[in-house]
Each structure stands twice: as C-alpha cells, then as structure tokens.
C-alpha cells in the first residue's frame, strides 16, 4: 500500500507534521483517533504510548501481559480487542496508531496481495521482542516466539517469520480492520485482520497448546512490545 493511500485510509491531515488525526469510519462505529506526533530528536518520535525511532527503523509500544497460561491464538490485540481473551499481551495503542508507527519505519503494505491470503512467504519482515523489568531491577527480553512458547519449546521451532501485512480497510477506505476487530498481532491463519502476523503457516499444535512463556511476569505486569524493521546484527 502505498504510504499516501494509508495515511489518507487513517484519515491524516497531512503525511508529516500532522498534530492529531481522526479516520473517518462510519457514524455507528466510533472513529479512531490518531495522538500527537511529537519530535523527541534525533529522528525519534512518539505517537501516544508508541516511540519511535525512524532512524534505527524499530519501534517500542507500552502495554502489558494480559492472558498468561491460556489458550493464545494472538501475540497482541489492543486493550478493548475482541480477541483479547485469546491474547497474550495488549498494548496501549489502536490500530491506526500502531499502523503509522509502521509506516515511519518504512513498512508497506503490498496491495496486491490479497489479505486473505496465507501468508506462505514473508514479504516486508519484522523481528518481534517483549521486554520488561523484573522485581531485581533487571530488563528482560525474550523473541515473540519465545514469549509464546517458552524458550525450551522455541528452540525446537524453525522457520517462525513476522511480516507486517498492514491490514485492510473498508471498501470507501474509512475504517481500518484493525481499528474495528483490536488485532495487531497475530499468528492463526483464520484471521488476517491484523497489521503484522506469521508469515509463514505452520502447525502451532492444537488449539490450547499456546499459553505463553512461564517466565514472563503476572497477568496485569508492564511490558513493551519492540517491533524492528532493521536487518538484525551478526
């Protein structure tokens, strides 16, 4: 998708310094609301919870655990999601916010890749990481798939990739899916609603094998979710 298309679908003013923005979804469903762009310097900026870092092409949204030790079909929906049950963390953010915070990073969407699609290669990957602070004091980090499995269970897994797949919208293009289901993060191939999602089909196991890594702190416990566009360092 083009960077223009999508700025105009999150209903933006302008592609650059626009100070809040609203989409315009239809009257029966409430708009969401894009929050300040403010420049933090050195090509750094925050959207709402979302800091970006436009240079480095990664970005870090606040949020918590939410669903721990149950049955997970999604890496990360927004706090009113409607798969927040099924979710392992939700992030303070919505899905036109978590959107744009992609675009700053250089992820498009490709628009001829229909979003119904499994995704069998994985077009623009992401690295996905969670990180927190734990009762010592120490920031810990795990791989979205570590936070998902454990770390035993990911180790065994291989070709587990993330694409950004930026959603779709409405056919007037007023309303963004992800806006309208909460799905940012997801790994299930019956729903594509979501703006970034694993890019290669495999077999999770069945349903209820997923419940997150025991090493994570409580339901209810502060992270934040780090998405990098960047080529990882050898």
């Given amino acids: 998708m083009k960077r223009r298309h999508v700025l105009a679908a999150l209903g933006c003013a302008a592609a650059a310094g626009t100070a809040k923005a609203q989409s315009a979804a239809p009257a029966s469903t409430p708009a969401a609301r894009v929050g300040e762009i403010v420049s933090l310097g050195n090509d750094r900026f925050q959207v709402g919870r979302i800091v970006i870092d436009k240079r480095g092409r990664s970005f870090a949204v606040a949020g ?19 798969k927040a049950y099924e979710s392992l963390l939700t992030l303070d953010t919505t899905g036109s916010e978590f959107n744009l915070a992609c675009i700053l990073i250089g992820l ?30 120490q920031r810990r980090q795990l791989t979205a798939v570590e936070a998902l499995l454990g770390a035993e269970a990911a180790a ?25 289901t909460g799905t940012l993060i997801g790994f299930v191939p019956k729903d594509r609603t979501g703006l970034i999602e694993a890019a290669r089909d495999m077999d999770w196991g069945p349903y209820g094998a997923i419940r997150g890594h025991a090493g994570l702190p409580p339901e209810g416990s502060p992270i934040e979710l780090i998405v ?5 360092k050898k």
């Fill in 156 to 180: 065994k897994i291989t070709g587990v990739a993330w694409a950004y797949t930026g959603s779709f919208t409405s056919i007037d293009g007023s309303q963004l899916a992800a806006d309208h």
């Fill in 64 to 82: 918590r655990v939410y669903a721990l030790g149950k049955p997970l079909e999604y890496l990360a929906t927004t706090p009113t999601g409607r």
């Fill in 228 to 232: 990098d566009a960047a080529v990882p």
């Fill in 108 to 137: 498009e969407r490709d628009p001829n890749v229909p979003s119904s699609r499994p995704l069998t290669q994985p077009g623009q990957s992401v690295f996905l990481s969670v990180a927190w602070t734990d009762a010592q004091g």
